[in-house]
């Protein structure tokens, strides 16, 4: 058990400007909610050390700006992610039209092995309000989801904190799945400095 | 019209600032001053192709009509595309320095005195346009309540659009700058901006004066107070 290696898990949430996507980390990962109305610039990300399955993982959640001008944050950006989290405003169509356009991208600029069976995890945020204001269905969305190959599909509020926990759940899952599947071709790594101390060598 | 460069473009179209920076600030400052996220959103991608094409075939249509584009966000787009694709972003590379390290002063004045410099030795197309456009977004502050949009936030979105490190890859390093700088010429439009650009003050500069003569006299006794000090320690 000592031996395990630290598992690094590498998260990205993507979506429209002022869908919630710093709103839902922050929530996950400080447990907090601001009102406070405030643009991300450019990208960062925040680190949560996560118990799955009697490991722990550490899992680090980029949170990315939803501007036109930052769309396209480069490669290495979106390099090495093992999940993928898709966010829209549930009482904004537009929001949930343009999933489609941030999976692509993603799927272009990060280009894994196995584009088909890469993690996604759709999110619909702000339940919290009124649902006449309500603009997607669950069933909309849950029918996208499931063309898209039965990506896993949570209703939210980071407002008020319903079902962010469960969501980071599968999503810390689902990453370590894709890790482990990613990494299991790899040898042991080599060793530099030996435990037995080398007695044979020359000591000049 | 779009990519082309801003002083081109404005002598071909015979106007102090491009056809579609007026019509967008117009149909912005009619319909979109309380809504939220107004410049953060962006708009229907369908919407703002069309807008693009449509001023490229030189229809410019009627923006101010929601019947025609109901979308206010892809106005917003519309007109943060236009400015994103100028081969010479309105802030020129050859002043980026100059606004980064203006921003960077100790204190207040300084920073305008600085930045009003700067401001003056735009070219004029770019001065033209970055006035029409700084005095919509101090509109667009002045609803902030309404549309949560303050200066920080437009900065956020403006920062990029205005100004671009010539090393792209410096870009990211320099983000919390260039907003800072793009924050402080919202928060001052009255004051950079005044009605007529003071031509005069910049042409002073470069001409040496008498005046100038005496200035350098004490520069050149405060340098050598300055090296004194600088021995004194030794």
Redesign the interface.
């Given at each position: 058990m000592a031996s395990q290696r630290k598992v690094l898990l590498k998260v990205i949430i993507l979506g429209e400007s002022g869908v919630g996507k710093t709103s839902l980390m922050n929530q996950y990962v400080n447990k907090k909610f601001s009102n406070q109305y405030k643009a991300t610039i450019g990208a960062d990300f925040l680190t949560k050390e996560v118990p799955i399955d009697d490991r722990l993982v550490t899992m680090q959640i980029w949170d990315t700006a939803g501007q036109e001008r930052f769309q396209s944050l480069g490669v290495a950006f979106y390099r090495g992610a093992d999940c993928c989290v898709l966010v829209f405003d549930v009482n904004n169509a537009k929001s949930f039209e343009t999933l489609e356009s941030w999976r692509d991208e993603f799927l272009i600029q990060a280009s894994p092995n196995n584009p088909e069976n890469f993690p996604f995890v759709v999110i619909g945020n702000k339940i919290d309000m009124d649902e006449s204001k309500r603009m997607v269905s669950q069933k909309r969305a849950m029918a996208w989801c499931q063309s898209k190959g039965n990506i896993p599909y949570f209703e939210t509020s980071a407002k008020e904190a319903i079902n962010v926990e469960q969501a980071f759940q599968t999503i810390a899952k689902n990453a370590l799945q894709h890790e482990v599947n990613v990494k299991i071709d790899f040898h042991d790594p080599i060793k530099i400095d030996s435990d037995t101390p080398d007695n044979n060598g020359c000591a000049c | 019209m779009f990519g082309n460069d801003l002083q081109d473009q404005v002598e071909r179209e015979k106007r102090t600032i491009p056809l579609v920076v007026e019509k967008c600030i117009e149909a912005l400052d009619m319909r979109g001053l309380e809504v939220?996220?107004i410049y953060?959103?962006?708009g229907?991608?369908s919407e703002s192709r069309k807008l693009v094409e449509a001023f490229n075939n030189d229809h410019p249509p009627d923006l101010r009509d929601p019947e025609i584009y109901q979308?206010v966000c892809s106005i917003t787009?519309l007109l943060?595309?236009f400015l994103?694709s100028l081969p010479e972003p309105l802030i020129p590379s050859n002043l980026y320095d100059g606004f980064m390290d203006a921003i960077d002063l100790p204190s207040h004045e300084a920073q305008l005195q600085e930045f009003s410099k700067l401001v003056c030795r735009l070219p004029e197309a770019h001065f033209q346009t970055m006035k029409a456009l700084m005095q919509h977004l101090d509109r667009v502050t002045q609803n902030s309540r309404v549309n949560?949009?303050n200066a920080?936030?437009l900065s956020?979105?403006f920062g990029?659009?205005l100004m671009r490190n010539p090393d792209p890859s410096k870009e990211?390093v320099d983000?919390?700058y260039t907003?800072l700088a793009i924050e402080f010429l919202i928060l001052h439009t009255d004051d950079l901006f005044v009605a007529e650009r003071n031509h005069d003050a910049e042409y002073k500069q470069d001409i040496p004066s008498e005046e100038n003569d005496e200035v350098d006299g004490g520069t050149e006794n405060s340098s050598t107070g300055e090296a004194q000090t600088a021995d004194s320690p030794t």
């Open positions: - | 939220e996220g953060r959103q962006s229907t991608a979308d787009s943060k595309l994103r949560r949009m920080k936030n956020v979105i990029p659009t990211i983000v919390t907003n």
